[in-house]
């Protein structure tokens, strides 16, 4: 094999990574984590979901290791004990809510295992309560909750307005804040440390597995920072160019099992 090194560890996204796009992991997908687990290769799943909306993966994985809900902003066990959670600045908060707004797009927010929003009838509000399999508390203002938001949504179906968004939102707070896409539709603005890249040295630390031990997997823009932390990188084939460019390997699509091809490829291969 190409890339062949030795792998302690796997982390990997949910969303457009492990669980297809009709939020459903594969028998093949469980089959290839099961094999991780044989090759005493440990698994991780890391997501911008709360990790409330990550629950329904714990027992189907046999998951022991933490679990990092909200791109690294609250890590919990798989009893959903917090283990270590990181909140958005209060002054961060209401100057994100303002930009997310100012761009026209809506807003929701996540406090503890909490689901906020003021728009019942908000882009994605219904599918986002589907797949995370709970559903979210109407409130007039965010104002009470200002002071424990672990994550902000910035939503809408237009795409390009997101991209610009998340563009403004990174200028504006620079290291501060940590603002990425997370779905084409979905901008997520967290604490400046909650970040995959944080979630790579947070489980090397927790698991005592070197950096350069450990394989990451995703699709999305906020993959990147992990990707650059780990020791091998894989792009999903639904990922965007720009994503790609940034992992050593590309896997077919979340539509053709590309999580478990990688992980048959390029990770137990390694180790067969």
Request: proline fraction near 3%; glycine fraction near 6%.
């Amino acid at each position: 094999m190409e890339h062949k090194r030795k792998i302690s560890l796997v982390i990997a996204d949910v969303d457009g990574t492990l669980v297809t796009e009709q939020k459903v992991l594969t028998a093949r997908a469980q089959a290839a984590v099961q094999g991780l687990h044989r090759a005493g290769i440990r698994f991780a799943i890391t997501s911008g979901r709360p990790p409330r909306g990550m629950a329904m993966l714990v027992n189907s994985l046999d998951l022991d290791t933490p679990i990092a809900g909200f791109n690294g902003g609250l890590f919990v066990t798989r009893d959903l004990k917090i283990l270590e959670q990181k909140t958005v600045e209060p002054e961060i908060a209401r100057q994100a809510l303002a930009l997310i707004r100012g761009h026209g797009l809506d807003a929701w927010i996540y406090s503890g295992n909490d689901w906020l929003l003021t728009r019942s009838d908000a882009p994605h509000v219904a599918r986002e309560a589907w797949t995370v399999k709970f559903e979210p508390t109407l409130v007039e203002r965010f104002d009470a909750h200002i002071d424990s938001i672990a994550k902000i949504v910035g939503i809408s179906d237009d795409h390009d307005l997101v991209r610009r968004c998340e563009a403004d939102a990174q200028a504006a707070f620079g290291d501060r804040a940590t603002a990425n896409r997370s779905q084409p539709y979905y901008l997520d603005i967290t604490h400046k440390e909650a970040n995959k890249g944080a979630v790579v040295d947070y489980l090397s630390a927790h698991l005592s597995v070197p950096c350069g031990e450990i394989a990451t997997i995703g699709d999305s823009p906020n993959d990147v920072l992990m990707f650059k932390r780990s020791g091998l990188s894989i792009a999903m084939g639904n990922a965007s160019d720009e994503v790609k460019a940034q992992a050593d390997l590309t896997t077919e699509s979340y539509t053709d099992e590309g999580f478990a091809k990688a992980m048959e490829r390029s990770v137990l291969l390694a180790v067969a």
